[in-house]
C-alpha cells in the first residue's frame, strides 16, 4: 500500500474511525463492565501520566511492514498533553491546550516547519480527549469481556477485551485529528485490548487493531500503548512556532 498505510496508522493512534460491521447485540460480561467501571471512576483521580507507544503497520498490497514508535505525556490538572511520534521514519509532534490540537504538519506538500491547529468539541469530557481516557470510553459500549489475569511488566493485571459500538467511534470522528482513510473507505473492524492494574484498576497497557480496506487493498494497524509514571511531575511547554500563522482546521492534504 502507499501512503494510506501510513494514514491507517496514524488514525489506530486518534483512533478515530467509523464502523459499519459491528452487530447491534454486544455481549458484556458483568464482570468485565465492573472493571471497566472501577478503572474509569479512578481515572477521574489522575493528574498526570506518561506512555509509550509501539506501531506496526501491514498490507495485502505489499510484504513491507510500517513501523512507527513514540512518546507522550498528559498533565490533566493543566489540561495539556504533548506527543512525539514517529512512523516510517518521519517524525512529528502534538500538543493539547486545552481543547485545542496543534499538530506539525507533515506530507501533503506542505513544508516542514508549519503546524495545523483543530478544536475539540466543548461538550466532550476533556479526559477522553487523552489516550487513557479515550481507550476507556471506547470500551464503554460493544463488546466487552473479562479475560482473567495475566502477569504484565512484573505486576498483575486484569485483562479486558472488546470491540466499539458503531456510536462509541463516531463519537471521535468529529473533532481535532479527524482524517478520512483512503478518502471514503470500509473499517472492517477495530477492537480493543487493556490490561488494568489488578490492585489500582490503572491501565498498564492497551493494544488497539484496526482493519482497514480500500481501493481493492487491506491494511491492518496496531498501536500499542504502555501507561507508565502515574501522579509524576509532568511539565508540557508548547513552543511559540507551533502557534504562529497555523492553518485552521488542521494541516492541509
Not at 512518546?71 to 516510517?88: I, S, Y
Not at 468529529?174 to 490490561?195: E, K, M, Q, Y
Not at 488494568?196 to 482497514?212: G, I, K, M, W, Y
Request: proline share 4%; glycine share 10%.
Amino acid at each position: 500500500m502507499r501512503r494510506p498505510a501510513l494514514h491507517v496508522a496514524l488514525a489506530a493512534c486518534l483512533v478515530l474511525a467509523g464502523c459499519s460491521v459491528l452487530g447491534d447485540d454486544p455481549v458484556r460480561e458483568q464482570a468485565a463492565v465492573d472493571r471497566l467501571d472501577a478503572a474509569r471512576e479512578r481515572a477521574e483521580t489522575i493528574e498526570s501520566y506518561r506512555y509509550d507507544l509501539a506501531i506496526t503497520v501491514s498490507t495485502t498490497a505489499s510484504a513491507r511492514e510500517i513501523d512507527g514508535s513514540g512518546v507522550g505525556k498528559v498533565n490533566v490538572t493543566t489540561r495539556r498533553a504533548a506527543t512525539n511520534l514517529t512512523v516510517d521514519g518521519a517524525t512529528s509532534q502534538t500538543y493539547v491546550d486545552n481543547r485545542t490540537a496543534l499538530v506539525e504538519c507533515r506530507g501533503g506538500g506542505v513544508p516542514s516547519g508549519f503546524w495545523g491547529n483543530e478544536e475539540f468539541p466543548a461538550e466532550r469530557n476533556w479526559t477522553e480527549t487523552t489516550p487513557l481516557g479515550r481507550q476507556l470510553a471506547l470500551l464503554s459500549s460493544g463488546d466487552l469481556y473479562h479475560n482473567g489475569t495475566e502477569t504484565v511488566d512484573g505486576r498483575e493485571t486484569v485483562h479486558l477485551s472488546g470491540s466499539p459500538s458503531k456510536e462509541a467511534l463516531d463519537a471521535y470522528r468529529d473533532g481535532a485529528g479527524s482524517r478520512p482513510l483512503f478518502g471514503s473507505p470500509n473499517v472492517d473492524s477495530v477492537t480493543v485490548d487493556l490490561w488494568l492494574d489488578a490492585t489500582t484498576n490503572r491501565p498498564v497497557r492497551s493494544e488497539v487493531q484496526v482493519v482497514v480496506s480500500g481501493d481493492g487493498e487491506t491494511a491492518t494497524a496496531t498501536l500499542t500503548t504502555q501507561f507508565r509514571d502515574y501522579g509524576e511531575r509532568v511539565r508540557v511547554t508548547i513552543p511559540a512556532e507551533a502557534r504562529d500563522d497555523a492553518f485552521e482546521g488542521g494541516c492541509p492534504g
